[in-house]
């Protein structure tokens, strides 16, 4: 009896500290359905004031943009050259933006996006080659393609053990809700992401949950604005979580919550009217697999 305890003792720490691959893009040949709700906060100070993205701020202006959509996802398996097609088609789709609580225009036409997939090109190692629209959506690619091109940035897939860690590299653009500024300010981030193994729970059906950590930066890149050309600065960080269904490959629970600051300086064309500011914001975002 002490024997055979001993063995399944043995047998679950080992199965624990076993590196185990968790892949992070659906099996090919399957459909996920997921559920995704992001708000975007940034707030505006007063000259020489702090900048609070909370909703009781004293600051001059409060912007925020919220998007609460459906959509399937499916993929392709890959062919000779280790490529594949992921097919993305928004059921529901709405997004409210507004200026200290007072609606403001929304820049996305949601009849170009309902119901016209959009196929990402996806390369053996997990990386966004191409996106591509349909002739009904073929005038809002421009303005989607910062959303759109880190929808499946990142690994493939992780190899690790509970309790470890890796970092890889991120690049995306992320779009900034700016009265004004051309394409939203779409901002190009460099920085890194890094994966933790919490656990791993389930027999049957294996589930990881891993921990996720980002700091990503911006320096010096120009924006156009009807004031002139501004560079801008920003530095970025944040946390979340992030639960996989090892075996089909779905990420079944993504939370994440970003800090951003930002730092706009005038260029010359701009004067003195327009003094340097400073921002900060917040990015929420839960994706759940349905």
């Known amino acids: 009896m002490l024997a055979t305890t001993c063995l399944v003792s043995t047998t679950a720490v080992l199965a624990q500290s076993e590196r185990i691959a968790i892949p992070l893009r659906p099996r090919p040949d399957q459909m996920v359905r997921y559920h ?38 499916a993929v392709s398996a890959p062919d000779a050259q280790g490529h594949a097609e ?40 997990g990386r966004t080659i191409d996106i591509k629209g349909t002739d009904g959506n073929a005038t809002v690619m421009a303005a989607i393609r910062p959303l759109f091109g880190g929808a499946l940035s990142g690994p493939a897939s992780l190899t690790l053990a509970p309790g470890e860690s890796t970092t890889v590299p991120l690049s995306a653009e992320v779009p900034l809700p700016l009265p004004g500024v051309v394409n939203n300010g779409a901002l190009a981030i460099t920085g890194e992401m890094k994966y933790t193994l919490a656990s791993v ?40 979580t992030l639960d996989v269904n090892v ?16 730092q706009i300086q005038p260029g010359a064309a701009a004067g003195a009217a327009v003094p340097p500011m400073k921002m900060s914001g917040t990015i929420t975002l839960t994706v759940s697999a349905e």
């Open 201 to 240: 729970e389930g027999a049957a059906a294996r589930v990881a949950h891993l921990t996720t950590t980002l700091t990503g930066r911006v320096v010096g890149q120009d924006i156009q604005t009807p004031a002139g050309t501004m560079s801008m600065a920003m530095t970025m960080i944040g946390d979340g």
């Open 36 to 73: 995704t709700v992001q708000e975007v906060r940034f707030a505006l100070p007063f000259p020489g004031a702090a900048a609070d993205p909370s909703p009781a701020s004293a600051a001059a202006g409060t912007i925020v943009a919220s998007t609460d959509s459906v959509h399937t996802l």
């Open 247 to 262: 075996d089909r490959g779905i990420v079944t629970l993504q939370k994440q919550r970003q800090m951003i600051d930002i």
């Open 86 to 125: 992921a097919r993305f088609t928004y059921e529901q789709f709405t997004m409210q933006m507004s200026l200290n609580g007072q609606p403001m225009p929304v820049p996305l036409p949601t009849d170009s996006i309902l119901h016209q997939p959009f196929t990402f090109i996806v390369d053996r190692d």
